[in-house]
């Protein structure tokens, strides 16, 4: 109330303000758009023609359940068998790429490279065929936490060999599935990877091992990328010509008030969350972060550690990781604040990561809230993350590859429109300060299992009816203002598709007179 007669001061933006939500931006040339899955989320297929066991695959089995509903992958969007859905899918909303994982232990089902299942490799090679056939271009993420059990049993990202047991892995894609592919990424989100499945218990392998072993995987992770993006650099780019990165998620942390100890409270989160993957490998002067360096050795001394819990990057590992990545790849879903409160009292165990940090992280009430306790739309904290990147890192191309919002389903999805509108024209005010920014990925096509939430979170822009056996799939509202964005290359706030759900006994079925696909 109060901004809008603060508004209507100025007649033309008031007038604005009451007939349209804003105006029509453009896209610049050549963006790209699309949207993103992940292998264990949505395929299925868990143990189909020779597909070894992942952590997650150990994981949903296990009784009692770690997952909230009590579901497993098992079978998920059974995008294993339902591929060419899929990729019509991606032709009725005009996707200009999509992004999807490939299964390590589909591809190796010991982990090993001993023995590849040909079976494995051919599911992808046929998913891409499929997409070609409908001038799709694949961005294909190598790794995206469905780790092979068999190197779980021998400490997976903690054990310093999976640098090469991962090389080894991106060999075979690159020689196998190379050929076909022009955009890589080599690691999804190596926090999550690390803090919530090795330092907590919010992801497999759930090891809640924090202060230590997150940091133990972090050193290997980054080399572990490095080490497939120099293989793809030395043997592969010439013939192949295309391009390897890396996705980190990056969530913004604003400080919570103007003190100076709320904004190093603030940079120190981003460093810990996001900076502790992106400055070894973006920074010009490359290795972990200053603060995070810091923090934890000083932390470490105090607790009596004989050296700081932190591995140490040699010389030689910081020139090996640094520059490893052609374009940043940018998840991106939230904003947080911190602050810092001196006494910390008993509030993160010691050590942990959280305490190394010693930032208090807060969600701010008045942010519209999702249906995932952690996601709130707050589209200015996407442009800062935008700009931090293209200051910190001397501006890189940028893929956002992966952006979107959870809901508890139906097909009117009028919160997931609002986030989808509001983060597009954030990205906009991004590269109109001159980010670099080249295309933008929805998260996601289609419901998936959302982890340990199970099937509780819906992030499609798809609908996936999990009940039914052939996991139909409908297009939310939202679906056609996505293809809309695309088809005009304009986000204009006030499209609104011709879209109207109208119950019947048995479910849900499109009006006739819907915009259909
Ligand atoms: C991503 N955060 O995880 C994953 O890559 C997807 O597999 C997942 O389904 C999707 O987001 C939705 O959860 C993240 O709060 C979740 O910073 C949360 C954050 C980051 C990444």
Redesign the pocket.
Do not use: D, K, R
């Given at each position: 109330m109060y901004t809008r007669t603060l508004l209507c001061l100025l007649p033309l933006i008031c007038l604005n303000g009451v007939l349209s939500k804003g105006r029509v931006r453009k896209f610049p040339p050549n963006f790209l758009f699309g949207a993103s899955t992940?292998a264990y989320?949505i395929e299925g297929g868990w143990n189909e023609d020779g597909k070894g066991q992942s952590i997650w695959d150990v994981a949903t089995h296990q009784r009692p359940t770690p997952i909230k509903d009590g579901s497993t992958g098992d079978i998920a969007a059974d995008s294993y068998h339902m591929y060419k859905r899929d990729v019509a899918m991606m032709a009725e909303l005009g996707l200009d790429f999509y992004r999807f994982s490939i299964s390590w232990p589909r591809i190796l089902p010991n982990g090993f490279a001993d023995k590849v299942n040909q079976a494995g490799v051919d599911y992808y090679l046929n998913l891409i065929e499929e997409m070609e056939k409908r001038n799709i271009t694949p961005f294909a993420t190598m790794y995206?936490w469905d780790l092979p059990q068999n190197l779980q049993k021998l400490g997976g990202w903690t054990n310093p060999h999976i640098i090469d047991w991962f090389a080894d892995y991106a060999k075979i894609l690159f020689d196998r599935i190379g050929p076909k592919v022009k955009l890589w990424i080599t690691i999804?989100?190596p926090k999550?990877i690390c803090y919530e499945g090795y330092g907590s218990d919010a992801k497999a392998p759930f090891l809640n091992a924090t202060g230590i072993a997150e940091y133990l995987c972090a050193k290997n992770v980054l080399l572990a990328h490095a080490k497939a993006y120099r293989l793809y650099n030395e043997h592969y780019k010439k013939i192949q010509n295309g391009s390897v990165g890396i996705s980190i998620?990056c969530?913004w942390y604003e400080a919570a008030s103007d003190s100076n100890d709320d904004f190093h409270a603030a940079e120190d989160a981003r460093m810990f969350d996001w900076g502790q993957f992106a400055h070894p490998i973006f920074s010009k002067a490359g290795d972990f972060p200053e603060q995070v360096r810091r923090n934890v050795a000083s932390k470490s001394a105090e607790q009596g550690f004989p050296r700081s819990r932190l591995p140490k990057l040699s010389t030689k590992d910081v020139a090996t990781i640094k520059g490893t990545s052609d374009f940043f790849g940018v998840?991106t879903?939230?904003t947080k604040l911190a602050y810092r409160d001196a006494s910390l009292d008993g509030m993160y165990a010691v050590p942990s990561y959280m305490d190394d940090m010693s930032a208090v992280l807060v969600k701010d009430p008045t942010w519209p809230q999702s249906q995932?306790s952690?996601?709130q739309e707050v589209p200015w904290g996407f442009t800062k993350v935008l700009k931090e990147i293209k200051k910190l890192y001397n501006n890189p191309p940028v893929y956002v590859t992966?952006n979107?919002w959870s809901s508890d389903g139906g097909l009117l999805d009028d919160d997931r429109i609002s986030y989808l509108r509001h983060y597009l024209g954030a990205l906009l005010d991004a590269y109109s300060e001159g980010c670099d920014i080249r295309g933008y990925t929805a998260?996601?096509l289609m419901d998936n299992f959302?982890?340990k939430s199970g099937y509780t979170e819906k992030?499609g822009l798809y609908e996936v009816d999990f009940s039914s056996p052939d996991r139909t799939r409908t297009p939310r509202k939202s679906a056609f203002v996505y293809k809309e964005v695309i088809r005009s290359r304009k986000m204009d706030p006030n499209y609104e598709p011709n879209y109207v759900v109208e119950t019947v006994e048995h479910g849900t079925k499109d009006d006739d007179d819907n915009d259909v696909f």
């Open positions: 992940a989320q995206h999804n989100e999550q998620s969530t998840n879903y939230t995932s952690w996601l992966e979107g998260w996601s959302e982890w992030f």
